[in-house]
């Protein structure tokens, strides 16, 4: 009777087949297969993180390690900016899966980066939000960054140049506007983020902006737009008419007309 004797086929047992699909490497297999068919839109937060961590332990069952650390980190950008102290608490995390995470996070980065380096700035907030948002979103803490463009509005460098908490007494005009030669920018765009997610800008956000267009047209450089960004929304200083108010109120000063 067929059913009591394990089916064969080319020396490979029904038994041997559920064992293979059963095992890491069957599993990771077919994590794979998924991936090569569609990308990761079909995939959730702990799996793309599992396929990270199997490249650290090719031979071990990562999927525990990778659903704790969305249960800890919420979710696969919380694991991507985790501090690798933090990762290391998860047991079956190591030093070995903390480079794979960290060096993907690096090219990832860098990929961005290079998709807007040397292409032209439609002047559109949104394009800017939607660059940088994800690299920004989670930061615990405030960053200034710096886009530098030529003469024909092609970023050429993105700079982080201050960290922490932002005020007029934090942010250096004259190191902006250093980098700016440095770069031989022609035009700014500004952008920072408010980690607690309101991206509507503080009485000392205006302020530094002010300041900012001002330096900007002294030396001659264009202040394009100062970005705030928040939670899934942003603040943009161009769009909201106050980068032309700042610079109609230099020229105003400029012509001793400001009172």
Known sequence: MRGNFPLKIRGVTRKSLNM??????????RLRERFNQSGLAAFLDYEIVELLL???TPRKDCKSQAKEAIKKFKTLRGVL???????????????AHIFVIKFMQEIAREFLKEQVLDKPYCRSSREVFDYL??????????????????????????????EGTLNASAIYPREIIQ???????????FVHNHPAGN???SDNDKQITQDLVFAGNIM?????DHI???ENRYFSFADAGLIEEYNSDFLSLKEGKLH
């Open 228 to 230: 705030i960004i928040g």
């Open 220 to 224: 001659q450089i264009k202040v394009l």
């Open 54 to 56: 199997t490249l650290g």
């Open 133 to 162: 948002y994800h690299s920004m979103r989670d930061l615990k803490k405030e960053v200034f960054k710096v886009m530098f463009l030529d003469s024909q509005n092609r970023v050429v460098e993105i700079e982080d140049l201050f």
């Open 81 to 95: 900016e985790a501090p690798p102290e933090e990762l290391q608490k998860i047991k079956g995390i190591g030093p």
């Open 20 to 29: 293979e699909a059963k095992s890491p490497e069957g599993h990771r297999k």
């Open 199 to 201: 991206p509507q800008p």
């Open 179 to 189: 980098s700016a030669v440095k770069h031989n920018a022609a035009a700014l765009i």
